[in-house]
């Protein structure tokens, strides 16, 4: 049986050479393992080396996988101090892959997968490390979202409210079985969500280590990738979403910074890379933390359910390792308890 995720360079490689100024003989295309949601491809070509990432095959949840909107806010951010790759070409959903994809510049540089950092040199390397990935969330929730032409790209107020509507509905629609640690978080959330403050910024929604590129020869954000999940919402969204790897466990698929000794191998603690955080933007301090990192364990156990959904159905981009997914909403949840319980 033929994967759906495999391309053929020569049916891609005259539509390209049309779009793409410049672009000439694609050589090959290989699939990056990482990546559950839209499959990404590196491209090698006469002309260069690309990237093409692409809505996935199959049937498809509503409002998912809006590849469109990654290829927008990247062109977008383009001037600011934002880091990201350079956006060739969007295509349409009649493209010769039968689906929409977009096509980005190649950016050289390192990856970290593990935010442990052990191939870091040293503390100090650590250290600089997430300074610059601080940094860089500071710099994305300052973008004048008017100024780069993204005042309609979410609906200003009411952003948690809109979310849990949104993530429960998707919860929903990818249900596999009935989860009691998961109707009682949602519970939980929607009796002490916070009242809506006015704070209305851009929003990457996927903000880690692992979805960033930084340069060989020192700590500097090169790029910040896999925007699908960006929209106008809370920049606390963020922070908290990010601050959740501190609790996630380091041995598991998440890869997290529970268990390890953070102090020792140089890394902040997640009250002073809060703080941190909260200078860089003149802010006194983040109210309401515990439902932040709760609906940061719902939400992405959503989205983890979706995963697992996706692979029963049979079209993942990766289907083997999709099926762990089942045991991480589980997890997520369990966590979310535990959060809710202790209280911080």
Not at 196 to 205: C, S
Request: charged content about 25%.
């Amino acid at each position: 049986m033929t994967d759906p995720n495999t391309l053929d360079p020569a049916l891609l490689s005259p539509y390209l050479e049309r779009e793409i100024p410049g672009f000439s003989d694609l050589q090959s295309i290989e699939k990056f393992k990482s990546g559950q949601s839209n499959p990404t491809y590196l491209l090698t070509a006469k002309s260069g080396r690309y990237v093409l990432r692409a809505k996935p095959p199959g049937q498809l949840l509503k409002s998912a996988h809006q590849v469109d909107r990654e290829f927008r806010v990247m062109r977008a951010l383009a001037a600011t101090d934002v880091p990201v790759p350079r956006m060739l070409h969007l295509s349409g959903e009649d493209s010769p892959m039968g689906r929409m994809f977009y096509v980005m510049a190649f950016v050289e540089g390192r990856i970290f997968w593990d935010p442990a950092l052990p191939e870091a040199s040293d503390r100090q390397a650590r250290a600089a490390i997430y300074d610059a990935m601080n940094a860089t969330l500071a710099a994305l929730h300052s973008v004048d979202i008017d100024a780069v032409d993204l005042a309609d790209y979410g609906k200003p107020g009411s952003y948690f409210e809109r979310q849990l509507g949104r993530w429960t509905g998707q919860y929903r629609a990818s249900e596999t079985e009935h989860r009691a640690e998961m109707e009682a978080l949602i519970t939980w959330l929607e009796a002490n969500k916070p009242a809506d403050d006015g704070q209305l910024a851009l929003v990457h929604g996927d903000y880690r280590l692992d979805n960033m590129m930084f340069a060989l020869d020192r700590p500097d954000v090169t790029a910040v990738l896999d925007w699908e999940l960006s929209t106008l919402g809370h920049p606390f969204a963020d922070i908290a979403y990010q601050c959740m790897q501190w609790r996630l466990p380091h041995q598991s698929g998440f890869k997290g910074l529970g268990g390890i000794d953070r102090a020792e191998v140089g890394l902040p603690s997640e009250d002073d890379y809060v703080a941190a955080y909260c200078r860089r933007r003149g802010l006194t301090g983040i109210d309401n933390w515990t439902f932040l990192l709760a609906f940061s364990f719902f939400r992405l156990a959503a989205i983890c359910q979706g995963v697992y959904k996706r692979a029963l159905d049979g079209n993942a981009s990766n289907p083997a390792k999709a099926k762990v997914y089942a045991d991480a909403v589980k997890l997520l949840t369990h966590l979310a308890a535990q959060l809710i319980e202790k209280g911080k």
